[in-house]
């Protein structure tokens, strides 16, 4: 692309990132796919590991600093050495930062501006984080109130923190109209995309349904996603038990989480598989257009990539009015209920399969093909979103530049 013509290096910095999938890596993925092959920029991944460690391969760098386990996700990390983290951007000098979460790190990629006044900074916002986090995990120890009141802060906070920023985007309608109301200026919406090769009808597969036991005239439910409560897969699973028992159903949870194996253990003697993480892309397409339904309870989805694979293989979707989920999912491809309700999605699941002669399959896949594309994402990524952090960048008076908090020293354990 035309504004990629000059050589810079890009650097996305973030701890929402699990080497098991997960929408973040698969996005950062399919980035790093495009500047190689639209560019000759140079990308850098900073991001915890199990290890301080520098990966490097031709034009792209991984610098994973050694952070522990997140506590109830063992596929995430906390990244909190902000000073490792500082000195990783000190070492390869990058052109502009993209922060894809909001705490800590956002800081130390202002601080590294604050040296470094060039550099463009861009934030993304992948999380719903006063909503997520703040008031759901307050509001059973404080109560109601005061954890609107905390969520309330909480949007303060990003509000005080993304008007440092030369860029900011975010990937639902909800989070624009939000953040605009609270008086950032800066901020568009960038929805993210599907690769339709890939995941498309014709990996249907008759032998994969014959190892999972399915007829070709009863119906496969297929859920993709870490199995923990903050997915709400315990509805998902409540919801399949109430099918009628002689269609034959089944069902396939993709993924890990801290759930698994209590849910495996409920589900002993059911037409329920729990294959774990599925790493190769091809696979989970397989499984996908193996599958008739695909089924989410899940709340506060910010985008829901997995249900745009789901609807570009050709599966209706049945999950919950809430989140992304409310833009995902138009009423002519599937169904949204109550969240919670695990007797609503059932009964959402059935209407589904009693109407599988219209024609939402082709409807499914040709509203991803129209709406959704990583080439659309990337275009207007590097064609309008970091040119304007640039030009922003270059125009900002350095007295202008909000002073941010001084990182503390690292303390040294052990």
């Known amino acids: 692309m035309k504004r990629l013509s000059k050589v810079r290096t890009f650097c996305d910095l973030t701890q929402s990132y699990s080497a098991k999938g997960g929408c973040i890596r698969t996005y950062l993925t399919e980035k790093r796919n495009y ?12 991001v915890p590991g199990a290890s301080d460690k520098i990966i490097q391969e031709g034009r792209l760098t991984t610098i994973e600093i050694r952070s522990p386990h997140m506590p109830g996700s063992p596929n995430y990390r906390l990244l909190l050495r902000s000073r490792a983290a500082l000195q990783a951007l000190r070492s390869v000098q990058p052109d502009c930062i993209e922060c894809l979460d909001a705490y800590n790190l956002p800081w130390v990629a202002i601080s590294y501006r604050r040296k470094h006044p060039e ?16 008031e759901k995990y307050t509001r059973p120890v404080f109560g109601r109130g005061v954890a609107r009141g905390l969520k309330k802060l909480g949007y303060k906070y990003g509000t005080n923190l993304y ?46 349904r014959a190892e999972l036991g399915m007829r070709e005239d009863a119906p496969l439910l297929i ?5 923990d409560h903050e997915k709400k897969t315990r509805v998902v699973v409540d919801a399949f038990k109430k099918l009628p028992t002689n269609w034959g159903a089944g069902l396939v949870m993709l993924g890990d989480g801290n759930e698994r194996e209590p849910i495996i253990r409920e589900c002993e003697g059911l037409n329920v598989h729990f294959p774990g993480f599925i790493e190769e892309r091809e696979t989970l397409a397989r499984y996908l257009a193996s599958s008739d339904i695909y089924v989410s309870a899940m709340e506060d989805e910010t985008f829901g990539i997995s249900i745009l694979e789901a609807q570009s293989t050709g599966l209706p979707i049945v999950g919950v009015r809430a989140g992304a989920m409310v833009e995902r999912v138009p009423s002519h491809l599937g169904r949204l209920g109550t969240p919670g309700d695990a007797h609503e999605m059932a009964g959402h699941i059935s209407a589904i399969w009693m109407d599988r002669l219209s024609p939402v399959r082709i409807q499914a896949r040709q509203h991803v093909l129209d709406n959704y594309s990583w080439q659309g994402t990337f275009d207007h990524l590097f064609d309008e979103i970091y040119p304007a952090a640039f030009m922003r960048r270059a125009t900002q008076k350095l007295d202008e530049i909000i002073p941010s908090p001084e990182i503390a020293p690292e303390r040294r354990t052990g």
């Open 119 to 134: 550099t463009a900074l861009i934030a993304g916002y992948r999380t719903d984080f006063p909503a997520v986090y703040i």
């Open 163 to 208: 008007r440092r920023f030369d860029a900011f985007y975010a990937l639902n309608e909800f989070a624009v109209e939000k953040f605009s109301a609270l008086g950032v200026s800066n901020i568009q919406k960038l929805p993210l995309g599907v690769d339709t090769e890939q995941f498309h009808p014709n990996k249907r597969s008759a032998s994969l």
């Open 35 to 46: 500047i190689l092959s639209h560019s000759d920029a140079r990308h850098v991944l900073i």
């Open 223 to 227: 859920y993709a996603g870490r199995i």
